[in-house]
């Protein structure tokens, strides 16, 4: 039997992620050799993945990438954010980035879409990368955006890699102008999305119930103050247009000045770039929103662990 060296041992955990104790199990049990030590491990990985399909995954990486007039954006979610630095993970986001980019941001397209040198899709990589790391992941949604004659430009917020971080965006810009300059337009406001998280692009675009959530906080408040029912309603349609100036991207102030509208931007651009330009849309993902994280008492799961 092969002696299993920290060396040996130290290369299969930077090639498979597995913990320390599981890596030197698995050289083990294939007699020091490495390839078949990773088998071994996505073997014994496999047939625990479904006991990690419940842990809660709120980590992970947001990958972006755009090609000229087009663009996706990818979440892939871990347990914890050690494995957002693993490099088999950053490959497997990159990869499904760029899938989603041919896929046009089809979620179950790209899942069932062929993983590059693998012979296995997408999903099934990813299970594979469960059995290795030891962490349940999801591939938990991807979008794009396109435009017909212009740019689709991408951002990334807190990157860990190239394209890869915690906060990906996507702006689509419309025009037949300099598509150099436009790009250079769209790489502020994708900044100025990550910054500001605005709800929409325009305020008919506005999720109505959240119109009247705001309304309806706004007249309760201006109630209190014992004004008229006009007064009311006029301190109302003022607090609603502040709202909006809050929420809505073209009616957002530019955060690379602080005052002027992003619609005035958009509109002043035409002399810098040679030809109008509209804002077609934009996208922000930004990892682990919406999800629930469980909250964890330290102490009490040791003692839990070391009464089984």
Sequence with gaps: MAEITASLVKELREKTGAGMMDCKKALGETAGDVEKAVDWLRTK?????????GRVAAEGLVGVA??????????????????????????FVAAAT???????????????????????????????????IGENMTLRRAASLSV?????????????????????????????GDKAKLGTLAKQLAMHVAATNP??????????????????????????QGKTAEIVAKMVEGGLRKFHQEVVLLEQAFVMDGKTKVSKVVEDAAKLVGGPVR?????????????EKKSEDFAAEVAAQLKK
């Design 279 to 291: 804002l077609v849309g934009f996208l922000r993902f930004a990892l682990g929103e919406g999800i």
């Design 45 to 53: 990985g496999l047939s625990a993945a479904s006991k990690k399909a």
């Design 98 to 132: 760029k899938l989603a980019l041919e896929n046009g941001g089809d979620l179950a397209k790209v899942a069932a879409a062929p993983f590059p040198g693998t012979g296995r899709d997408v999903q099934g990589e990813l299970t594979n990368l469960i059995a290795t």
């Design 66 to 91: 755009a090609d000229g007039t087009r663009g996706a954006v990818v979440e892939v979610n871990a347990e914890t954010d050690f494995v957002g630095r693993n490099d088999q993970f950053q490959k």
């Design 199 to 224: 709800q929409s692009l325009t305020v008919d675009e506005l999720d109505q119930a959240a119109i009247e959530r705001e309304r309806a906080v706004l007249a309760e408040k201006a109630g209190q």
């Design 148 to 176: 017909s004659d212009g740019v689709v430009v991408a951002y990334t917020h807190n990157a860990v890699a190239p394209d890869l971080g915690k906060i990906g965006v996507l702006v689509a810009l419309e025009s037949t």
